[in-house]
């Protein structure tokens, strides 16, 4: 069948919005090499360590429950453009702090930029993108989450070595090698806001506020129809409805929507699985079992390499495989891993200084291990969540229901993250035991939970209705 849509364009499009994903996965991990570093400086413990980092999911959180909204009173593009300047003034902000307490307050301000971010992405993507190209323009989300992942740890990594091998270090213009890694930020934020000043308005936030003819010429960007069709299939399946608010969310379970819970439960399950301890603790994991920072470093390098590569595997699949499937393989690939794992970490000797002790043999298996959970994980749940959150709502409740969703991974993401220091203080083995048994709880959820949305158009999401997706529960 001859396709009827413009690939480059809906390509070009998707990958300025998916910039947003990078800034989200910079912020998230720079504070990853910055850590042992901030510690010492502010004189930290364990769980004041894990608040600083973990205050920028509050505001992550906080971002994403107002996103929805403030993208339905003034648009997809204006609110990335939002986003872009809580990036660069959170950047600046962390690399000059005067105590720990501003330090708090510009994380949770580069954490709001990371929520905003995250719901605008897959939500602008989703409606731009055509069915046969939805899951793999969605997926660019996660992709761009992962190389700014490992943009920040490759960065770091040359910071840390031209600086003499310690975050520590004065460098340039004689500031800490710490404060430069947040500094660095403020370049893709500044990329980011001025692709997002050329993206055109999504169509279905024009058509919602009366703007057809526009609605047509952003339309005609994308598809070789002419759009009048598609313009009509949009009114029809907003029903004339009033922008969403949480109100439309209502249902008898629990107070929401059965569909809407679905979104929130999958949102923390892509969090309790515990990759978000990986990517913000690694260096701290490894420099804790006997390897010295810059061996933590490349080690994390390493791994954030591997995320990169196989979200590049789930890019090709989910459109052909689908997305329950890819839940599927990857629970049951994280099952096994995060299980050897907590074998590892747990009959380890134990050092003097109360942590374990990984030998010749155990090490190799714990490093082995730990890339293969993350690239199950990164082939499959850490870019499909993604889509999947930005197609199954119909098209009258997805800024509401995407927002909520959203806000619940950020919620789940710092229960994790303030959570692992004090646990893997105690016992890396029973932290990752911890992340053993939701890996293993998600395999019936995505059973009985999880329904195929590949190929189907988000206009005729609304049909589901009368089926079994909304009702699901």
């Given at each position: 069948?001859?396709?009827d ?28 090499g ?39 009173r ?54 731009i993108a ?9 997926s660019?989300?996660q992709f761009?989450?992962v ?21 520590l270090?004065?460098w ?8 430069w ?27 919602q ?20 069709l ?12 009033h ?24 949102s923390?399950?892509?969090?309790f ?33 591997v ?37 590892v970490f ?20 714990a490093?082995?291990?730990f890339?293969?959970?993350v ?25 509401a229901?995407l ?20 646990i ?7 932290a ?18 999880i329904?195929e949305?590949?190929g ?18």
């Open positions: 069948m001859q396709k849509y413009r690939t480059g364009r809906v390509v070009g499009l998707a990958t300025s919005a998916a910039l947003g994903g990078f800034l989200f996965g910079y912020d998230s991990a720079v504070i990853n910055a850590s042992s570093a901030i510690k010492t400086t502010f004189e930290l413990g364990d769980f004041a360590l894990g608040f600083v980092v973990s205050i920028a999911l509050v505001g992550s959180a906080i971002g994403a429950w107002f996103a929805g909204y403030l993208a339905d003034y648009g997809r593009q204006p609110v990335m453009l939002f986003a872009a300047g809580l990036f660069m003034l959170a950047a600046v902000g962390q690399a000059f702090p005067f105590a720990v307490a501003d330090l708090v307050f510009w994380r949770f301000i580069g954490g709001a930029g990371i929520g905003v971010a995250s719901v605008m992405a897959p939500m602008y993507i989703s409606e055509p069915a046969p190209m939805r899951g793999r323009m969605s660019l989300q761009a989450i190389i700014g992942i490992f943009a920040t740890g490759l960065i770091n990594w040359l910071i840390l070595n031209a600086s003499g091998g310690s975050a270090n004065d340039l213009f004689g500031l800490p090698a710490w404060q890694m947040f500094l660095t930020m403020t370049v893709p934020a500044a990329v980011y806001g001025l692709l997002a000043l050329r993206l055109p308005e999504s169509p279905r936030f024009l058509v506020m009366g703007e057809e003819d526009q609605a047509k010429d952003v339309l005609r960007q994308i598809y070789t129809a002419e759009p009048d598609r313009v009509a299939e949009i009114k029809s399946s907003m029903q004339g409805e922008r969403s608010s949480i109100k439309d969310l209502r249902g008898t379970r629990f107070g929401l929507m059965p569909l809407v819970w679905i979104g929130i439960i999958l923390a399950f892509q969090q699985v515990g990759i978000n301890a990986v990517f913000y603790y690694s260096n701290t994991i490894w420099e804790s079992v006997g390897f010295s920072e810059d061996q933590a470093f490349q080690t994390s390098l390493i791994t954030t390499g995320n990169v590569a196989f979200t590049v595997v789930a890019i090709a699949l989910v459109d052909r495989v689908g997305r329950k499937p890819l839940l599927l393989v990857g629970s049951i690939g994280m099952v096994i891993t995060l299980a050897i794992l907590t074998y747990g009959t380890a000797p134990i050092g003097a200084d109360g942590t374990p002790i990984l030998t010749d043999g155990p090490d190799v298996v490093m082995f291990s890339n293969i959970y690239a199950f994980f990164a082939a499959t749940w850490g870019p499909v969540v993604w889509v999947l959150l930005g197609e199954m709502f119909p098209n009258r409740l997805r800024a229901a927002a909520l969703a959203v806000a619940a991974q950020w919620t789940a993401n710092f229960i994790v993250s303030t959570a692992f220091p004090p893997a203080g105690k016992s890396l083995g029973i990752y035991g911890i992340f053993t048994v939701f890996a293993l709880l998600s395999i019936p959820f995505v059973l009985r939970k329904k949305t590949k189907i158009e988000l206009e005729d999401m609304d049909d589901l209705e009368s089926n079994s997706l909304l009702r699901a529960g």
